[in-house]
C-alpha cells in the first residue's frame, strides 16, 4: 500500500468522523474544525519546509554518498552516523520521516535511517544547554548519552525486524 493510498483513507476516516459529529452537536464539530485548521496553518511553514529539504536531499545528495554514509557495507559507522545525525537535528518527529524515507530510497541501511529516526526524537544535542540548565550538566549529558547508545540499539534491533 502505498503513502498516498494510506492518506486517501486516513482522509476519509476522518471526514466520515466529522460528518458523524456534525449530526450531534454542531458547535463542537465547528470548533474541532477550527483547531485542526490552526493546527495545519502553524505547522504549513515546517512542512513546507521538510518537503523543501527533502527535494535538496534527493538532488544534491548522490546515492554513492548516501550509500557510504548510511549503507549496510559499513554498519558500524552507518549505525553511528544514522545515530549522530538524528542527534543534532531539530524539529517535531514528523520532520524526521520524509527525511528517512528519503534516505531509505537512496541505498541507507533500516537500522541506521531507525537510528536517525530514535536519537532525532529522543537526543537533544542542539537543546543540551536549556536541558542542563533545568536538570544540571551531569544529568543533561547522561541522559543524551545514554538515550544515543539507546537509540543505535534499537535500530540494530529495528532493522532485524525489518
Request: net charge positive; no cysteine.
Amino acid at each position: 500500500m502505498n503513502i498516498l493510498t494510506i492518506g486517501l483513507i486516513y482522509f476519509v476516516l476522518v471526514v466520515a468522523a466529522y460528518v458523524w459529529f456534525f449530526r450531534g452537536d454542531g458547535r463542537e464539530a465547528r470548533k474541532a474544525v477550527k483547531i485542526g485548521a490552526k493546527s495545519l496553518l502553524n505547522l504549513l511553514p515546517l512542512l513546507l519546509a521538510v518537503f523543501a529539504l527533502v527535494g535538496l536531499f534527493r538532488e544534491f545528495l548522490p546515492p554513492e554518498l548516501i550509500e557510504n554514509l548510511f549503507g549496510a557495507e559499513h554498519r558500524f559507522l552507518s549505525l553511528v552516523t544514522g545515530g549522530m545525525l538524528g542527534a543534532v537535528s531539530i524539529g517535531p518527529p514528523l520532520a524526521s520521516y520524509p527525511i528517512a524515507g528519503t534516505l531509505l530510497a537512496e541505498g541507507a541501511w533500516p537500522p541506521a535511517v531507525a537510528a536517525f529516526i530514535l536519537a532525532w526524537i529522543s537526543v537533544g544535542v542542539v537543546t543540551l544547554p536549556f536541558e542542563a540548565k533545568i536538570f544540571g550538566w551531569r544529568f543533561a549529558l547522561v541522559r543524551n548519552s545514554v538515550t544515543l547508545v539507546a537509540a543505535m540499539v534499537s535500530g540494530l534491533l529495528l532493522g532485524g525486524l525489518l
